[in-house]
Structures are given as structure tokens and as C-alpha cells.
């Protein structure tokens, strides 16, 4: 305990020494230097790109996402504030990989960063790479999607003429009826068009490329349900809207009928009515589910839930995570799950990474995280949580705060609070450290036997 | 699903014979006599001179819509008939849904609103119907800390102010020593003298609940009102705040009432427990007892929905369908039987009795009636 205190006095001399504020010119000179750096990143991210530009290779093929070396960094007048800061993990294709951190930490920045949704010009992508494992439609030379034909037994595609708006067969100048090849159509009577698998890099994608992505290829759950959905159109209205939008081909009729189905599948007892409502009429864990359903109706291959349960009680967050684990199994995608909360992630991950401040400082399967913590991070965070088993006098704690995100020192950025310091701590930042196979971390602690 | 439904709808038909031809207002009706009789009479009992707070028969409904004439039409029961006793240095925590009235239950205690009914005894006397002026003596003895750190501080006046102001107007120590009383509270809750001078701003989330914190305790109070003090804050915070809460406790003798959704956390700092459920306490006991032995399918239920953190251990849920009703317009009988997995016929029609099954184990549920128990067997 006065170990801790020891340090806690340490700590606060530390930050009392450093300026609390900055004058006018300082944030001057802050602004200039940012707004020349915004205005290149914008200008990159508003450009028109061929696809060729920004293919890439997956490093494993058994990956659906690959983030490598991610640098996002918001721009403010106080300085650059770094909220990602070089973080590499995988999702493997068919799981369920956890994030958690305490708030601040760049959980939820990082998930912004694969969906490209960091809010512009102050918030950008520095740096890094995000591969993505897409089907993408394939496209002609005049960039049209290419249909997929009916073939009969000689291979030839079966033609059949155009009809016009009355069901008429237009013909030509000579009077010859025009024909076109028979589009191959699905269960739904939807026509089919021709995909082919491809990687792109997501960090590099201009912008008006991701609308192809979002949506059909990932979709997110986002926190708040109440903020999420727009409460002046029905459920049924904006539910409807995603099939519109990414499914090419799809009428009115197929939408509502999808929708439907959708709310069926997330458990709403009463679909037809919650699809006539708006969203003030519902319920939070129904507005959760709502929002579940509305990221599922592209049936996406990447589904990231960014706090999905945290608004909800303990009754519905059960629901919820029971339902997210039901449709991994259905539809066949993976989930990227981010929370605060570790019995949550032990519930659900298959692979878990732990951020602190900006940066991954462990990560591994759930049981190697859960049974075998490497960092003091990671332990402390376990050991402060109260659990409905545990029942000792007086919990741990883990002394200070998270570290002021501008001005990050160059040193291990858990120092301050971490209670196992070596002397090497107050050197470089620590590099990753494979433990077992799966298992990483960033810590001095098990750095030494590579020296 | 579909097969289970029916099945359980063969038990329910020959359960039904039993209430054919029941008349649900009639009994109602009867049901409220019998209990507005209760009430009168347990009025007239002696508070118990043990308890720092006594609670008997509270509520608190507020009026939805009112007619032409200003009568009421439809009222929302946010805390209906609940009751219960804290002895002094006990910390009682209250779990339960939002909405299911835990935070207006800790207003109405502190009279921040009018009950509508019910008594309060606060060391041995009644303050249910106690005046705001009357209240403001007591205000020295009862305080609370709210759920949000970031919106329950104003924002224009700095620590040393916060702190000094209800030192100053409630006269705790002679004017020049004020300061130095505020920084030896400040100290008790660990905060550096230095941020007597700042302002709520510039301080983290944790910081400022010890900012809230050390406010309640600068009246030397004797019972505190914590409203999820620590769901606004971050794990390892949670922790800093739990341990703080803990350490001035035992210090000073204090009595909480510690209102939180997190069922680990109310298991940590909580003597007693009482679990509600739309306005009601369903179930009521000592902490041991109603975590070994959860006797409400509901304290059962919400038992098992918390996740397990540890990765191999999967265990079997007690899922309850469905949403919290509306507190505006409740079920009849038992409020919790549209989503009980152990519901009766009984329990769509007769609101059960809150009874003691252990000492000082109450529950409110059919199951453990001889009477109604004995009928499901049958």
C-alpha cells in the first residue's frame, strides 16, 4: 500500500510540474501546423482511385482482417492527440475477436478506423495498414456489374427479349424483337450478379469506395441505440434502406420482406408491428436489436459491435450476447467485440486484445488471457473487478489514471500506475514479446530472455 | 419452441379450472382493502429503536395525465408498498433493473421527493411528512452521492468552494477554520490540498466522484445515499472508489444505502440486499443468504445473467424473455409473471405476500406459499 501511495505522490509531483495550460500564440502555431497536415490527409482521402490501387495480399489466408501498424491521430488546438497508435492484430475468419480497454484507451477509434468512419478533417488514418478480405462485385470496362446468365445444356446463354414498362417486346428498326441474355435469379427473385474475392487495403480506399463495403461486406452495432437510430423515419423505413442500398437488384416488396425476416431472426415477437413504429416506441434492448438487425440485413462478413450491451441491463445484455452468439453460428461471419467489460469478452471471444492507452499491450487466445495474464495491466484489471464468487476484504486497485493523451511519454505509458517496475521500464517503449504461439505482450517484465 | 409453448398451455388449461369464473376486480378490490388495513395498522407499531432508518409501506407514484378537474388518471407507481430496516454501520444495496424505481426509492428516503405514502423513521422519528425547513436540520445527518460525477458538480466554482459551501451554511465549524476543515476532508478522500483552488473541469471522472464523495461527507453525515456511485467510472477507477467507500465506513460508522445495477459490486460493499423489480422488493435478506440461497426466480434470474469471467466455464442461463413491463400500467398479480419462468395460474391473479422464509430472509413469490405451491403439484 505505501508503495503505491509512494507512487501516486510521484506521479501527481510529476503532472503539477507541467504547464496545465497553453497560451494563445502556442495554440496558434498548433493550428497552423495541423491544418496543413488535415488538408493533405483530406485531399487523399477525397481522391478518385482505380481499385488496382489499393489491392493488396493478405499475409494469412485463413484472415478476414488485418490491421498492421495502425496510426489514427486526432488533430486538436491542444496538440495531436494519438488515439491509435500502432496497432496490429487478425481477425481469423468464423470468430470472435474481443477488444477491451477502459475509455480513452483507442478501442472504439480503432473500430472507427476499419469502418473509416473517424470524423473528419481533425480525426484521420496516419498510418497503417487494414486488409480486408472482400467478395466484391465483379465489373465490365465501363464499370457496370456483370450478370450472372442462365446457360442451357449447350452451354449457350438463354436469350429472351426486352420487355418495355407495359410488358411489350420492344423491337428494333427493322422490327426484329432486341434480346438479351436471361439473368440467373435467387430464391428471393432477385438476379444474381458475378463477385470474385479480392483484398483491399481499407486504409488506403477513398472514401466514396467504402460505400461499397459498409454495410454488405462489414457492418457495425454501435453503442447508444437511443442516439443510433434516426427518430423521425419508422424501423421499417430504416431497416429497409439497407437491402435498397447494397443489395443491387432489390424492390420494395423484397426489402420489407427481409426486414421482417431480420427482425425475426434477432428475436422480436412482433415484427410486422415493430416495423410500422418508430423508435421512441421501443424499448432500449428492442432498440438494440433493432440496430443488431439493421447491421445483419447485408449479411456482412465482419460485424464489429462496439459496445453493443453496455446501456442494457444485466436481464437483456444476457439476451443480447446469447443472440450474437446464435448468429455467428447462422450466418456465418465474425464478429470483432468491443467492451469494458472482461466477463463479457470471457463470455464471448475466441481471441482476445487488450489496449491501454492507444496501444495493444497483450493480446492472445481467451483462456490464455484470462488464465495465464501476462502484463500488470491485464492482471490488474482482473483482480479489481469484484466477481459474484470472488469475496476478499479490501479489492485491488491499480493507483492513478490513464496518462494525459497528448505529450505520451516515451517510456512504457503504464509506468506510472504499474506496481512491477524494473529499471528498464523507464527506458524505450516495450516491444512485443511472444510468449506462446497465440500469446503476446508488451511488457520489460519478459523481455529479458531475448537479450 | 412452438412444442413447448403447447405443452406448457395443456398445464395452464387444467390449472384454470381453478380461476374459471374468478372476477380479477373484485379481488383486486379486496386485495387493496385488505391491505390499506395492514397499513393502518401497522402504523400505529413503535418504530424500532435498532434501526438508524426504518422504511414501512413506501411509495412514491407520480401523475401521469390528469382529468378537466386536476384528478389524476393515470399514475405511474414508481416504488410501491416497499419496507425495510438498516441497522446504524450496515451498508444495504439495492439491485434491480432501470426502471425499476431504486433511484426514486433513494430520493423519497431523503425526501429530495414527496412520498405519497408510507412512513419514514429516521433515528426513531417520522419524517415522512416533515416540512423542507424541518428537513434542512436534517440534511446535516442524510446525504447522498449521485450516478454522474460529470453533471452533479457546477461547473463555476472550485473545489475549495464546493466543499466549504454546506460546511458554511450549516455551521460545522466556526468560519476561520473552515478551510482547514475542508482539507483534511480532502485528505480523507484523496484528493491533493493543491486542487482546493481548480475547478470540477479539469479533473477525471473518478476525481471528481471523490469530489462528490468528500461533499456528502463534509457535513459529517450518519447515513448516505449512494445512486450507482461508481457506473459512470472506468474498471480500475471503480475499484479506487469501492476501496474509498469502504475505508470512510469503517472510520466513521457510517450507514449506506448503496443503490447499483452491478450485482458483483452491491456483493462487495453490501451487508443486506434487497432485490426489486418494478416498484416492489421482491426479495429482502442478508447478503450471504440471498447469494447462497437466491429464493425469487427473479434474484435467480438476474443471478445468472451476469457474465462469468472465465472463459472455459460455460454456464447454464436462466434467459427471461422479453422487456421490464411499464411501470405505468403493470401486470396483474404478481408483477413479474409475464416473464417468470416458474409462473402459475396463481400468480396472473393474486399479488403474493411478502413473507419471511429464514430470519430476515423475505420474498414475495407464490412458490413458497403452502397454499398455492401445494396446487402446482396437484
Known amino acids: ?451 | 419452441m412452438e412444442n413447448q409453448e403447447k405443452e406448457l398451455n395443456v398445464a395452464e388449461t387444467q390449472e384454470e379450472n381453478a380461476f374459471a369464473g374468478y372476477d380479477d376486480i373484485a379481488e383486486k378490490e379486496r386485495e387493496e382493502q385488505a391491505r390499506a388495513a395492514q397499513i393502518e395498522a401497522d402504523k400505529q407499531l413503535p418504530p424500532d429503536p435498532e434501526a438508524i432508518l426504518e422504511v414501512r409501506h413506501l411509495k412514491k407514484h407520480f401523475v401521469l395525465k390528469k382529468t378537466l378537474m386536476g384528478k389524476p388518471l393515470s399514475t405511474l407507481k414508481a416504488v410501491d408498498d416497499v419496507s425495510f430496516k438498516i441497522k446504524p454501520g450496515e451498508t444495504l444495496g439495492i439491485v434491480g433493473e432501470s426502471g425499476c424505481g431504486k433511484t426514486t426509492m433513494g430520493r423519497a428516503i431523503l425526501k429530495l421527493h414527496q412520498p405519497t405514502a408510507g412512513q419514514i423513521f429516521f433515528e426513531g422519528q417520522d419524517i415522512a411528512g416533515y416540512t423542507p425547513k424541518q428537513m434542512r436540520a436534517l440534511r446535516t445527518k442524510m446525504q447522498i452521492v449521485f450516478q454522474d460525477p460529470y453533471s452533479s458538480l457546477p461547473p463555476r466554482s472550485t473545489v475549495g468552494d464546493i466543499l466549504a459551501e454546506p460546511v458554511r451554511v450549516h455551521n460545522i465549524v466556526p468560519p476561520e477554520k473552515v478551510k482547514e476543515y475542508v482539507l483534511d476532508i480532502m485528505e480523507q478522500c484523496g484528493l491533493r490540498d493543491y486542487y482546493y483552488e481548480r475547478y470540477p473541469h479539469e479533473f477525471s471522472g473518478g476525481q471528481r466522484q471523490r469530489i462528490c464523495i468528500a461533499r456528502a461527507l463534509a457535513v459529517a453525515p450518519k447515513f448516505v445515499v449512494c445512486d450507482e456511485p461508481v457506473s459512470a467510472l472506468d474498471v480500475s477507477i471503480q475499484a479506487q472508489i469501492i476501496n474509498l467507500l469502504k475505508k470512510i465506513q469503517q472510520e466513521r460508522q457510517l450507514t449506506y444505502l448503496f443503490i447499483s445495477h452491478d450485482l458483483s459490486v452491491v456483493k462487495y460493499i453490501s451487508d443486506k440486499i434487497g432485490v426489486m423489480y418494478l416498484g416492489s422488493m421482491v426479495e429482502f435478506g442478508p447478503k450471504d443468504k440471498i447469494f447462497d440461497n437466491p429464493l425469487h426466480p427473479y434474484t435467480n434470474a438476474l443471478f445468472s445473467a451476469v457474465p462469468n469471467p472465465n472463459p472455459d466455464e460455460k454456464v447454464e442461463r436462466i434467459l427471461l424473455k422479453g422487456d421490464i413491463p411499464s411501470p405505468a400500467n403493470p401486470p396483474m398479480g404478481c408483477k413479474f409473471h409475464t416473464r417468470c419462468p416458474k409462473a402459475m395460474e396463481v400468480c396472473k391473479h393474486i399479488t403474493p405476500e411478502y413473507r419471511e422464509m429464514e430470519a430476515g430472509h423475505f420474498v414475495a413469490c407464490h412458490c413458497y406459499s403452502e397454499e398455492y405451491s401445494g396446487k402446482k403439484g396437484e
Do not use: W
Open chain 1, 1 to 451: 500500500m505505501s508503495v503505491n501511495n509512494e507512487k501516486e505522490k510521484e506521479a501527481v509531483n510529476a503532472t503539477k510540474e507541467k504547464k496545465h495550460y497553453l497560451s494563445g500564440k502556442e495554440i496558434r502555431e498548433i493550428a497552423r501546423a495541423n491544418a496543413k497536415e488535415m488538408r493533405r490527409l483530406e485531399k487523399a482521402k477525397n481522391r478518385k482511385a482505380h481499385p488496382s490501387e489499393y489491392t493488396t495480399e493478405l499475409k494469412d489466408n485463413n484472415n478476414i482482417l488485418e490491421v498492421e501498424g495502425l496510426h489514427s491521430y486526432f488533430f486538436t488546438d491542444q496538440g495531436v492527440v494519438k488515439a491509435v497508435n500502432g496497432v496490429t492484430f487478425n481477425i481469423p475468419a468464423n470468430s470472435t475477436v474481443g477488444v477491451v480497454g477502459e475509455s480513452g484507451c483507442g478501442k472504439s477509434v480503432t473500430s472507427m478506423s476499419i469502418m473509416r468512419l473517424l470524423q473528419g478533417p481533425s480525426g484521420q488514418i496516419v498510418e497503417g495498414e487494414i486488409r480486408f478480405k472482400v467478395s466484391d462485385f465483379k465489373r465490365d470496362e465501363k464499370g457496370n456489374f456483370i450478370p450472372v446468365y442462365e446457360k442451357d445444356e449447350d452451354g449457350n446463354v438463354i436469350m429472351e427479349p426486352v420487355l418495355d414498362k407495359n410488358g411489350v417486346p420492344k423491337t428494333d428498326k427493322d422490327g426484329q424483337p432486341i434480346l438479351k441474355g436471361k439473368q440467373r435469379l435467387d430464391e428471393h427473385g432477385i438476379g444474381v450478379f458475378e463477385q470474385e474475392e479480392t483484398v483491399y487495403d481499407i486504409a488506403k480506399m477513398p472514401i466514396k469506395d467504402m460505400y461499397r463495403l459498409r454495410g454488405r461486406q462489414m457492418a457495425m452495432v454501435f453503442q447508444e441505440p437511443m442516439t443510433s437510430l434516426n427518430p423521425v423515419f419508422t424501423i421499417g423505413n430504416q431497416l429497409d434502406e439497407v437491402s435498397l442500398l447494397h443489395v443491387p437488384g432489390a424492390t420494395k416488396e423484397f426489402a420489407k420482406k427481409r426486414s421482417i425476416e431480420m427482425l425475426n431472426l434477432v428475436g422480436i415477437a412482433m415484427p410486422e408491428r415493430v416495423y410500422a413504429s418508430y423508435p421512441h416506441e421501443l424499448s432500449g434492448g428492442m432498440r438494440q436489436r433493432v440496430m443488431i438487425a439493421m447491421a445483419l440485413a447485408g449479411e456482412p462478413r465482419l460485424i464489429i459491435a462496439d459496445e453493443p450491451t453496455t446501456a442494457l441491463d444485466v436481464t437483456i445484455q444476457a439476451q443480447i450476447l446469447d443472440l450474437f452468439n446464435d448468429l455467428k453460428r447462422k450466418i456465418n461471419s465474425s464478429i470483432l467485440l468491443i467492451t469494458h467489460d472482461l466477463g463479457v469478452i470471457a463470455e464471448m471471444a475466441d481471441y482476445v486484445v487488450v489496449m491501454y492507452a492507444g496501444r495493444i499491450i497483450e493480446q492472445g487466445t481467451a483462456s490464455e488471457i484470462f488464465h495465464n495474464p501476462m502484463h500488470p495491466y491485464t492482471q490488474g484489471l482482473q483482480k479489481s473487478k469484484p466477481t459474484m464468487k470472488s469475496s476478499e476484504a479490501k479489492l485491488f486497485n491499480i493507483p492513478g489514471n490513464v496518462p494525459n493523451p497528448i505529450n505520451m511519454p516515451n517510456y512504457c505509458y503504464f509506468k506510472e500506475r504499474c506496481s512491477q517496475c524494473i529499471g528498464k521500464c523507464s527506458g524505450e517503449y516495450p516491444g512485443m514479446v511472444q510468449v506462446s504461439p497465440t500469446h503476446y505482450v508488451a511488457c520489460h517484465l519478459y523481455g529479458e530472455k531475448e537479450d
